[in-house]
């Protein structure tokens, strides 16, 4: 019987620091990639039926993004309509794509882990045979 070989990890290695606590969120990261699916910006009731979120919600949830410079909002009008259109900011952009690479390490390493479990399970089947 053959014994599998672990190979030591980093003490932090599933810490995930990369995860962003204001993008974590899940209405601010449905607000985000709704954002970023749409760079040219979102009217605030089309973000709202996205998102499924209610005008209090999305407001709130907004002002965080906003103070954290992953947004920007701008009022206006459009066809003689008070508007409120949200746009995802550079620095925006560059956070959600850092956070969507720890998110990806995350599915990776639980994809290793179950395929881990996986194949010793079947050397474990293959061996009582």
Not at 17 to 22: E, M, N
Not at 49 to 61: A, E, I, P, V
Not at 103 to 118: F, H, N, P, Y
């Amino acid at each position: 019987m053959t014994s599998l070989r672990v190979k030591p990890l980093r003490p932090d290695r599933f810490a995930y620091d990369g995860l962003d606590r204001v993008i974590h969120e899940r209405a601010r990261l449905g607000l985000l990639t709704s954002l970023v699916a749409h760079p040219k910006g979102l009217p605030f009731g089309t973000l709202k039926q996205l998102c499924r979120l209610t005008d209090g919600n999305l407001s709130r949830h907004l002002q965080v993004l906003e103070a954290a410079n992953l947004v920007e909002i701008s009022k206006g009008y459009a066809h003689n309509r008070p508007q409120t259109l949200c746009r995802i900011t550079l620095q925006g952009r560059k956070r959600y794509l850092d956070y969507l690479a720890i998110i990806e390490q995350v599915i990776l390493d639980a994809a290793a882990g179950i395929r881990a479990e996986s194949d010793s399970k079947g050397a474990s089947a293959l061996a009582r045979t």
